[in-house]
């Protein structure tokens, strides 16, 4: 079992940054990769940044070149700097952690709102 807590979600202005931290407790010596996702009104949940246990990351599309993820093992947390923050990139971001073989625990979730 691995438990998940977000923070660092708020409102922003257009070109604005935040940063996201996540922290995990529990079965952590397991984890693999940790992610964040994120979550508009009426819309699905799609990945937004990874980043594997040997540091390898993967990035959606629309966020490459503003967005950093980050990993500090030692602290079991994961990171998402989020800078030149637009109104689209507003939504409910979470984050995933995945154990092998097929576990996968989320966090509760945090908002972050953009404005124009």
């Known amino acids: 079992q691995v438990q998940l807590v977000e923070s660092g979600g708020g409102l922003v202005q257009a070109g604005e940054s935040l940063r996201l931290s996540c922290a995990a407790s529990?079965?952590?010596?397991?984890?693999?990769?940790m992610g964040w996702y994120r979550q508009a009104p009426g819309k699905q949940r799609d990945l937004v940044a990874a980043?594997?246990?040997?540091?390898?990351?993967n990035y959606a599309d629309s966020v490459k070149g503003r967005f950093t993820i980050s990993r500090d093992n030692a602290k079991n947390t994961v990171y998402l700097q989020m800078n030149s923050l637009k109104p689209e990139d507003t939504a409910v971001y979470y984050c995933?952690?995945?154990?092998?073989?097929?576990?996968?625990?989320w966090g509760q979730g945090t908002q972050v709102t953009v404005s124009s």
């Open positions: 995933k952690c995945s154990l092998p073989p097929l576990y996968d625990y």
């Open positions: 529990g079965s952590v010596s397991s984890i693999n990769v």
């Open positions: 980043i594997s246990s040997n540091g390898r990351t």
